[in-house]
């Protein structure tokens, strides 16, 4: 488990692509109190909705920790944004990244750390060994947000769920399991960089033993039709345990992204599938709702859209962004 | 890959237990021509039927490369073992292991192979970073082991396969991927310890491009109803979109080793379920039969109980250490 010092000034570097700052608009979304400052160089034409300062002004305005808020191709900070990182630890600020590339590699940065005091944070180090998973069974509740895909907005819906659960008065932890999920929760395990044998025993120490009424809520990983992450998605499956799932799906993505030669099999199939895989591991799991991204569907047919999901499928269908997730919420209420 | 100067001598330490000397027993069954000696400490009782030497005796025997056959619980080298594969060093040999504790963060034995020449191999090593998997079909034939639970025979039966494959003139690879099969074969990826993310990506790897009428045979990981290890077994199967698979089980064996709340599910469900998920990534995937370990099966029934198998899955079942593997290999002549 990571811990960062808060309040957090978000670096972005001069990135052009908002979905290449996926990490920095979850902060700003799901953490506003916590992030005083963005900090861009002069080409970025990224925009998080909150006051744009340099580093020492950040400081000036309480920032502790500077949190890269991109993931540039490649997984590499480049040497510019480099610079603005020694600025930062040289200013006393302590920095997390959730890039390939570790802070703690960069010899520069280290010696600079040293020097300040500051913590250099790389959310996804996991070089600790975890157990492989026991399979005994723990206490409290946990609900695991599943995909047809990657980017369909399983850390979204586990957030938003963790939220009304909260709003709720309910006894509840958001675990995040990726590393944007880490950084906004301030705590996890990255789950797609633990050792393979181990990852159903990470998943395992990621919602530990709680409270019978306690509430987990996972963040889930990958999808279990897709060729390259299925075995991290079935990993975390296993080890979560989960009594309830909800399944994230982006209406109209027909195909897993960037694969063209799979298609995305039916809602009906991963309702089955997931449920059989995820039985192994507790045998009451039972579905709470679907999440369903409509930015691609027309506004008029949103309604009819939704209707047609609970017709059909006989659960709770809703779009978390535009409708909430209340009805979702009623059914956790009743395990 | 990894490649081992030959000969070997295999180091046993003073290991009492012959199920915690699997990889001695391995190298010594399946790479017979190539260890010259076994090498033990006083109080050892495990033998593998061939010479026991000291360690100037089985260099002067030839012996290039001392191969550590043990995993002591824990995965760690014990002091006194230390002392040995020291010796060894000093006296020029490469040390090769599997455990988890890596002979490269010894410094003692660092700085020994310094001076010497010595290579110390650890084959569980994967600091490298692999390709997340792309799920592109792949040229050339792929057949692969996969199990009801762990240590059940799916190394024994991939190489039985390999080794009448090779005796039959086919165009034929054992492709490794755990450490045992790594320190037989001379090469290989250790799928359980390569980073979740990758574990797809590694498995393509291991079976890349290769002539239409190649067979790569290819040694599976864990179970797919293993609790700890599923997401293991799932990122290889997807990974080595194999067009055969061989179901290995324990006759007789009713619950997942060391999980007695994990019953293990009937053959005809393995069938089915390994099917359906390998077809994610090759829709011709079928069984070219069964692998039955018959050791708890009294003599007098044991060829009932086969007939029993044939006659329920439709499909050739042999017990690969006393039947061989003709049935599976006619099998696959018709791919």
Redesign the interface.
């Known amino acids: 488990m990571i811990t960062l010092e808060q309040p957090f000034a978000i670096y972005l570097g001069n990135v052009q692509n908002p979905l290449d700052a996926k990490t920095g608009f979850g902060l700003a979304q799901w953490r506003p109190a916590e992030c005083v400052a963005q900090i861009k160089r002069r080409t970025c034409s990224v925009d998080l909705g909150i006051p744009s300062m340099n580093i020492a002004q950040a400081q000036a305005a309480g920032a502790k920790t500077l949190i890269i808020g991109v993931a540039p191709s490649g997984g590499t900070l480049p040497h510019s944004w480099q610079e603005d990182v020694l600025t930062a630890i040289e200013a006393g600020l302590h920095v997390a990244s959730g890039l390939?590339q570790r802070l703690n590699q960069i010899p520069e940065l280290v010696k600079a750390a040293e020097r300040s005091g500051s913590h250099l944070i790389d959310v996804r180090d996991t070089d600790r060994?975890f157990n492989?998973?026991?399979?005994?069974k723990r206490s409290g509740k946990r609900i695991l947000t599943v995909g047809t895909d990657c980017c369909v907005g399983k850390k979204y819906s586990a957030l938003a769920i963790h939220r009304a659960l909260v709003e709720d008065g309910v006894n509840v932890d958001f675990r995040a399991s990726g590393q944007t999920g880490i950084l906004i929760n301030g705590a996890g395990i990255p789950?797609?960089?633990?050792?393979?044998?181990f990852?159903?025993?990470a998943a395992e120490e990621l919602s530990p033993d709680n409270d019978a009424d306690h509430w987990d809520v996972i963040e889930g990983q990958g999808a279990i039709?897709h060729?390259?992450?299925?075995?991290?998605t079935?990993?975390l499956l296993?080890g979560s345990q989960p009594d309830a799932l909800v399944l994230c799906h982006d209406h109209g993505r027909n195909e897993i992204d960037e694969?063209p030669?799979?298609p995305i099999p039916s809602i009906e199939d991963h309702l089955q599938h997931y449920l059989i895989l995820a039985r192994?591991?507790n045998k009451n799991v039972r579905w709470a709702g679907i999440c369903l991204n409509t930015s691609h569907v027309h506004p008029d047919d949103r309604q009819n859209v939704l209707d047609e999901y609970r017709r059909l499928y006989k659960m709770p269908c809703v779009d978390p962004l535009i409708d909430g997730v209340d009805d979702i919420i009623q059914q956790l209420h009743q395990y």
């Not at 492989?132 to 005994?136: D, E, H, L």
């Not at 789950?191 to 393979?196: K, L, N």
């Not at 060729?227 to 991290?232: F, H, M, T």
């Open positions: 390939h060994i492989v998973a026991s399979g005994r789950i797609d960089a633990v050792i393979s044998d990852i159903s025993g039709y060729p390259g992450y299925a075995a991290v079935l990993g296993h694969y030669d799979f192994l591991t």
